[in-house]
């Protein structure tokens, strides 16, 4: 299981996903039970990708993700390579499907 960073400002937020390298940004809200039931399903999906480094940034605390990422509803899954948006899933994800790309592009960029 992967633990991740906790991102509290909109300047850890920048800082992080500004960083070379496979990023994942996880962006939830406080009152969606959707967003506390996906994080531990997500963090142990990430056990498996050592290269990808994992954050969680509540969009409540930091609003400026929302207008950052074009985010208008939590759950939000964000991989980020070299700063840059690459994938893109929100609220109802499909485990499996995202294991097959996060296998092929942690294999591209890390294998």
Partial sequence: MKKGHDLHTARA???FVGQPGLRFLYVSAPDCSTCRALLPKLQELLGDYPAIEFAHVDAAEVEEVAERF???AAPI???LID???????DRFVRFGPLRERLDRIHELYAG
């Fill in 13 to 15: 937020m920048d800082e």
């Fill in 83 to 89: 700063g840059r948006e690459y994938l893109r899933e």
């Fill in 77 to 79: 899954l964000l991989l």
């Fill in 70 to 72: 074009l985010i208008l």
